[in-house]
Nanobody, 126 residues
Framework: QVQLVESGGGSVQPGGSLRLSCVAS????????MGWYRQAPGKQRALVAS???????KYLDSVRGRFTISRDNSKNTVYLQMNSLKPEDTGVYYCNQGATKPDYRGSWYYTPEDYWGQGTQVTVSS
């Protein structure tokens, strides 16, 4: 049974920072790619950041330079450091265990699997 548990969400003012954590259990964490998704009210869940088993990262254009995804395999944990937060960053953030597939240029893209955490709310407002 794969279990993912997110934590670290909260309410902050624009320009503030939060650090989200996701602890995985019941899986081979070190060999899995991981992703952070965001679901805003009335919108589809969207991939915000992803990281391969080797530590390569990719980001949604709107968060690049502000967010950092990282992992600590010794703790089975993936993190999302969020700086310079904007109101548009508001939503429920979900952790996902997935995989990577090669693209035609020799790079990779993230593919989610059906393993999700319960989500953690992030609210950015004045």
């Amino acid at each position: 049974q794969v279990q993912l548990v997110e934590s670290g969400g909260g309410s902050v003012q624009p320009g503030g920072s939060l650090r989200l954590s996701c602890v995985a259990s019941g899986s081979i964490f070190s060999s899995s790619a991981m992703g952070w998704y965001r679901q805003a009210p009335g919108k589809q869940r969207a991939l915000v950041a992803s990281i391969t088993s080797g530590g390569s990262t990719k980001y949604l254009d709107s968060v690049r330079g502000r967010f950092t995804i990282s992992r600590d395999n010794s703790k089975n944990t993936v993190y999302l450091q969020m700086n310079s937060l904007k109101p548009e960053d508001t939503g429920v953030y979900y952790c996902n265990q997935g995989a990577t597939k090669p693209d035609y240029r020799g790079s990779w893209y993230y593919t989610p699997e059906d393993y999700w955490g319960q989500g953690t709310q992030v609210t950015v407002s004045s």
